[in-house]
T-cell receptor, first 115, second 114 residues
């Protein structure tokens, strides 16, 4: 079946602009995670959804970052007033349920470049 | 908070040689531990996971890892490297067993030479 998909695969924007990154999880997966991977680093947690609600947003770096999952499936990560330091690969993952060692399936990521 | 340390940002081996990628964790309680592999321009793929059952865990592509509580380690090994193993490998731990949020190490790039 289809895996996790993310669009766009690449996004180049200018400092100060607004961007939206989309994640389509595996059908039926209730848990959805966003991570950010900077160059030379491992992925860092941003936010976790269980269904439609954000169960944990402690990883969001500041209030310029926001994410939604209105129908419990597709999620959108929104970044306002982008800064050059926001440049990174944004990864989305989904799992069938939350809790315990449930496998997270990762998408290919969106590479964001802020000029 | 839990953390993961991967020793060596790059490891080079010859084809056919033993692969050893090191991972140490810090945790006050027994964690869940994972190894992921990332090929260029692809998403992360799960290699194996430790869930407090057997301490020696076998994964895909001939990889295995051993959980050693006394050493707080979860090193990844493969007896014989193949060219196709060249990729970046990440060790990860679940930070909150309620939410399964992963905390990753910085990664180790495995280079395989003929």
């Amino acid at each position: 079946g289809a895996g996790v998909s993310q669009t766009p695969s690449n996004k180049v924007t200018e400092k100060g602009k607004y961007v939206e990154l989309r994640c389509d999880p595996i059908s039926g997966h209730t848990a959805l995670y966003w991570y950010r991977q900077s160059l030379g680093q491992g992925p860092e947690f941003l936010i976790y959804f269980q269904g439609t609600g954000a169960a944990d947003d402690s990883g969001l770096p500041n209030d310029r970052f926001f994410a939604v999952r209105p129908e419990g499936s597709v999620s959108t990560l929104k970044i306002q007033r982008t800064e050059r330091g926001d440049s990174a690969v944004y990864l989305c993952a989904s799992s069938a349920t939350s809790g315990g060692p449930n496998e997270q399936f990762f998408g290919p990521g969106t590479r964001l470049t802020v000029l | 908070a839990q953390s993961v340390t991967q020793l060596g940002s790059h490891v080079s081996v010859s084809e056919g040689a033993l692969v050893l990628l090191r991972c140490n964790y810090s945790s006050s309680v027994p964690p869940y531990l994972f190894w992921y592999v990332q090929y260029p321009n692809q998403g992360l793929q799960l290699l194996l996971k430790y869930t407090s059952a057997a301490t020696l865990v076998k994964g895909i592509n001939g990889f295995e890892a051993e959980f050693k509580k006394s050493e707080t380690s979860f090193h990844l090994t493969k007896p014989s490297a193949h060219m196709s193993d060249a990729a970046e490998y990440f060790c990860a731990v679940i930070e909150n067993s309620g939410y399964s949020t992963l905390t990753f190490g910085k990664g180790t790039m495995l280079l395989v030479s003929p």
